[in-house]
């Protein structure tokens, strides 16, 4: 959970629960003024955040939760919110009242998960939320009506417009006031007669007394989660008990396990009589028409994959003219620090060419994350996010993986963390293991910048800008093939996990709103700085002084002597380049670099790709230090592409050829494509799954990106030549 | 190389190497195995509050 300011005791503690997607959270950020992210499909929110409200004078913690359909807690963000409303959250006393935001055009089933938070016992408000919505597909709530009902409050708000707010105030202070519960299910006799027998056996093993609507909980779900959270003597088999009850059900004429589900929609059925009234004649609406398109079977997958090739196109095309500035300015900067320092060498290497150098050659592709996080923004909040994951369950659903893993996969091309984050949906935890083992695989945005500096450097200038396109496009879908089949192979050697049905929740299509578009860009923007600003200086600092060191004057001697009649220009480029091929970072490159020779990486590449575990960019300034220290490159641009494009072998069989070719470039794009060189994904997978899968993670994804790079080359080299 | 140099680079040297042993000791610490770090995109997106 997010870090919150110390709460003290007089302050309300408020739950916000309601099914996946029905705008909690963008109730939340009105309320509280935060910017936890939304977005247009089920399952943004996967683990409680709070936030502090002034609610008519009284101070509140607001705690969003995870969506839910029911208490019935199968995944791991739905049993957050059942552990949040019993209390049974270390630290978390259960809250002082609730508010169930229900979504207006689906009133009876968001009414079930509300139904059962009443039998919970605690002071509760119904926000019928999107009710503009609602009201333009003609449905049509009496809000009164339902709230004589009910017993509780039911108010109507559009949370995007703030409206309904200041009721809303009002209705959670009466609610915790004067403690307002919910009309609860007026269960049969036979129900209680169960429900009194899990009772008399739970307290028979030791077990604390639990509430009526928890003993319920045990009753009617398949994995109650109560159990696990009552403290049940270890030994305790709740098997019987729980089969004994249940036969109490069925003797009575219901089935155990749909009962409550048919008990509970006929209580609603009579509350909501006569408040709802449904359109005479239903229209179909514009989301349905759309679909009809943009899930068919076969134009959906066009439209899918044209759709993804205009975006790669677009943030190749789109940013350059972008690029080209910032790059100026960077060689401006460096242009104004350098005669300062020039009194002290060795200080103007360190800033120019490491620190400024380094970090500029990243921030360069500031433009391309902005505009890949303008897409993904648009595609999430539109709603067609959740149609890529029906149209890739369609494509891929084969291999094991589970439906609900594309939604996590495709939220993975943003940053893989959130990704395994938002396999908390999934309700297997082999599946959900699974999901997390190939997420990293996604080619994330911090991938982006390598990408673009190899296309610009060498299949653009070989083949054409829409080929360049075309490519940036290509990468992005090679961990989504890659992940197919080691999703298969885990799936049948390791896991076992059998194929899942999918269900997903279509949102309807809506026009997103450019502030959220425009938040969602600066948060990446700012978070891309920041890295820039830190761990990649800090990473440039460390190189530099590695490729700079040591220095000895008889290195200088020998290629003055050997070269004494070339210009001094040519003379000092010689000598930079000498002084860099004896560094320690040279050094050290040659020795690790024959791993990396069967895919045609030089030391340089080679140290770049080491030096980029912590960070992908890192092999960015890494190069861009290598290259900004010296080389014989004859390029007076500074150019990271023009000067990598324009590199040859000093030494061994390809003396003479160029560095970087083709075959080489794709290489080095399908080892960052399939590498888990994330540190932070890696500690986020550990702490979803363990240390172990972590470890496991990231040596099969190095053998793979060793293998995926060595393959690529060979076989580049022998039709495009080495 | 002057003294001033030296110290520059020793100083700008054992910084970065300070500050990437501090982010990996983070990386380790066991506390990602019990709550929420607050080091993700995901939690520092409350920043905002």
């Known amino acids: 959970m997010a870090k919150t300011p110390p709460v003290s005791a007089s302050v309300l503690r408020v739950a916000l629960v309601g099914n996946p997607n029905t705008g909690k959270t963008t109730l939340f950020n009105r309320l509280t003024g935060a910017r936890q992210k939304i977005g247009n499909y089920p399952g943004v929110t996967v683990e409680k955040k709070s936030g502090a409200w002034e609610c008519g004078g009284r101070r509140v913690e607001l705690v969003d939760l995870p969506g839910a359909y029911s208490l019935a807690a199968s995944s791991p963000d739905e049993r957050v919110a059942f552990d949040f409303l019993t209390g049974h959250l270390a630290g978390e006393p259960a809250p002082d009242a609730v508010i169930c935001v229900v979504d207006a055009s689906n009133l009876v089933r968001n009414l079930f998960l509300a139904s059962q938070v009443a039998d919970l016992g605690l002071p509760l408000v119904v926000v019928l939320n999107m009710s503009d919505a609602a009201e333009k597909s003609g449905i049509r709530v009496d809000a009164h009506l339902l709230s004589r009902r009910l017993g509780v409050p039911v108010i109507r708000t559009v949370a995007t417009k703030g409206e309904g707010i200041d009721a809303l105030e009002k209705a959670v202070n009466r609610a915790v006031d004067e403690r307002v519960c919910m009309a609860q299910v007026p269960w049969p006799e036979a129900v209680n007669r169960a429900v009194a027998y899990v009772r008399d056996g739970l307290e028979k093993e030791g077990v604390r007394r639990l509430a009526d609507g928890e003993l319920r909980r045990v009753l009617f779900d398949r994995q109650s989660a109560v159990l696990d959270r009552a403290g049940v003597p270890a030994g305790f088999e709740s098997a019987p008990l729980l089969s004994a009850s249940r036969d109490i059900l069925t003797a009575a004429g219901f089935q155990s396990l749909s009962a409550e589900a048919l008990l509970r929609y006929e209580h609603i059925g009579h509350l909501t009589a006569g408040a709802i009234d449904f359109p005479e004649k239903r229209r179909r609406s514009w989301t349905e028409r759309i679909d009809t398109v943009l899930t068919h079977r076969v134009w959906g997958l066009v439209i899918f994959v044209a759709m993804m090739f205009v975006v790669f196109q677009s943030i190749y095309s789109w940013a350059g003219p972008f690029m080209g500035w910032i790059e100026e300015a960077v060689a401006f900067v460096q242009g104004q620090v350098a005669p300062f320092l020039a009194p002290w060498p060795v200080l103007q290497s360190l800033v120019v060419d490491g620190v400024i150098g380094g970090v500029g050659g990243v921030v360069v592709f500031l433009p391309q994350i902005l505009v890949l996080f303008f897409f993904i923004s648009l595609l999430e909040d539109t709603g067609y996010m959740a149609r890529g994951a029906f149209l890739m369950d369609k494509v891929f659903g084969w291999c094991g993986l589970n439906g609900k893993s594309f939604v996590p996969m495709l939220s993975s091309y943003a940053c893989a963390i959130p990704g395994i984050l938002a396999t908390r949906t999934i309700e297997d935890p082999r599946a959900r293991l699974t999901t997390i083992l190939v997420s990293p695989l996604m080619s994330c945005s911090a991938r982006l910048p390598v990408y673009v500096l190899m296309i610009g450097a060498f299949i653009e200038p070989s083949y054409g800008s829409a080929a360049a396109g075309f490519s940036l496009f290509a990468m992005h879908f090679v961990g989504l093939v890659v992940a197919v089949p080691v999703a298969w192979a885990l799936n049948r050697f390791l896991l076992g996990t059998r194929p899942q049905p999918f269900l997903l929740e279509m949102p309807p299509y809506r026009v997103p709103r450019l502030r959220d578009i425009l938040w969602r860009m600066w948060e990446r923007a700012r978070e891309f700085l920041l890295r820039a600003g830190t761990i990649i200086v800090a990473m440039a600092i460390i190189i530099w002084a590695l490729v700079y060191f040591p220095r000895p004057e008889s290195v200088r001697e020998k290629v003055e002597a050997a070269a004494a009649f070339e210009t001094p220009d040519v003379l000092e480029k010689r000598v930079a380049a000498a002084y860099i091929e004896q560094s320690y970072l040279a050094r050290a490159g040659r020795f690790v670099q024959p791993v990396f020779a069967p895919s045609g990486f030089d030391w340089k590449i080679t140290v770049g790709v080491l030096a980029s575990f912590p960070a992908r960019e890192v092999i960015i300034a890494t190069l861009g230090t290598i290259y900004g220290i010296g080389s014989e490159v004859d390029e007076e641009s500074g150019d990271l592409r023009k000067i990598l494009a324009a590199d040859r072998w000093g030494e061994g069989p390809r003396a003479g050829q160029h560095v970087f070719s083709v075959p080489v470039a794709l290489a080095i794009m399908v080892f960052f494509a399939l590498c888990l060189q994330c540190g932070a994904t890696v500690a986020v997978m550990a702490k979803e799954s363990n240390w172990g899968w972590a470890v496991f993670a990231f040596l099969y994804m190095t053998f793979l990106a060793w293998g995926g790079a060595v393959l690529t080359y060979q076989v580049g080299a022998r039709f495009l030549g080495s | ?49």
Request: glycine fraction near 14%; proline fraction near 4%.
């Open chain 2, 1 to 49: 190389m002057s003294g001033l140099e030296i110290f520059a680079v020793v100083a700008a040297v054992a910084a970065a190497g300070a500050y990437l042993f501090h982010r990996a000791r983070r990386f380790f610490k066991p506390s990602l195995g019990g709550g929420c770090c607050g080091k993700c995109p995901v939690a520092r997106s409350s920043a905002g509050r």
